[in-house]
């Protein structure tokens, strides 16, 4: 981690996707993919778009050869905090925050059943520890503040899980005039209908990505809705969580641009 932290240097050229997990970062990754390639997926999708984690790198420490060939602009994906992540004044930043109740709700799922974690506890108990951060790439409260807080570097580039649900399509062209990319109205279309939650749900490319537990036919791609949190949050669960939204985020313009349903 230190070496993909500190000495790791992206390229001019790159367009770095970051988030915190669960929140769009596949949806985004296959609608970058498709801006940047203009064609579907034939393989896996981190093919296409390297994750930023250890396995990506070699003995040496170097990002795998298959990965340093990618031609530019070369996509990349990122889970972490932006006072860690790989620093290019030059190359562009894309950041996707979701609302945290929608959020906890998904993480749950995904790490119950996912082999990588080893999670058998309590929905109950996760959301202690969602609370305190003691979730993968931590508080979810200091991830989306670090990032929130570069809304003015003119090479970054916010949106929300939710204004894709509500205007996929101007985020999209908003996305293709930040990155340079190429989009034509056919180009759109495809976009529109592999990005759709039916397709994703179906595609092995995007699948793959993901390991259930053994016995576990929990899928990467769950429900894609906005407002779930309803049907799991207790009152008091719910009253904890608007506190420290008010609490945490006071004084911040992201504070009121969260959606919580649609």
């Known amino acids: 981690m230190d070496y993909l932290c500190n000495k790791f240097r992206p390229r001019d050229t790159d367009i770095i996707l970051a988030t915190y997990p669960r929140s769009g970062t596949t949806w985004l990754q296959n609608a970058l993919h ?140 908003e996305i293709a005039a930040f990155t340079g990319l190429e989009l034509t109205e056919e180009l759109y279309e495809l976009i529109a209908e592999e990005c759709s939650f039916k397709t994703m749900k179906s595609n092995k490319f995007v699948e793959k990505i993901f390991t259930p537990k053994p016995g576990e036919n929990s899928a990467h791609i769950r429900k894609g809705t906005v407002g779930g949190w309803k049907e799991v949050l207790t009152a008091d669960q719910n009253k904890v969580i608007d506190e420290m939204i008010e609490s945490r985020l006071k004084g911040l313009s992201i504070r009121d641009k969260l959606v919580f349903e649609l």
């Open 34 to 173: 498709l801006l940047r390639h203009k064609k579907k997926l034939e393989s896996n999708i981190l093919d296409s778009i390297p994750f930023l984690i250890l396995p990506q790198f070699d003995s040496d420490k170097k990002l795998k050869p298959e990965f340093e060939a990618i031609p530019p602009p070369r996509i990349l994906k990122t889970h972490l905090a932006w006072d860690i992540v790989p620093k290019n004044d030059k190359c562009k930043y894309i950041y996707c925050y979701r609302n945290p109740k929608d959020v906890f709700v998904s993480m749950y799922h995904h790490t119950i059943a996912s082999h990588g974690f080893g999670y058998d506890g309590s929905i109950s108990d996760f959301w202690d520890l969602y609370l305190k951060g003691e979730v993968e790439y931590g508080s979810w409260f200091d991830h989306v503040i670090g990032w929130w807080q570069q809304k003015d570097n003119p090479n970054m580039y916010l949106l929300s899980y939710e204004d894709l649900q509500t205007n996929f399509k101007d985020k999209i062209e």
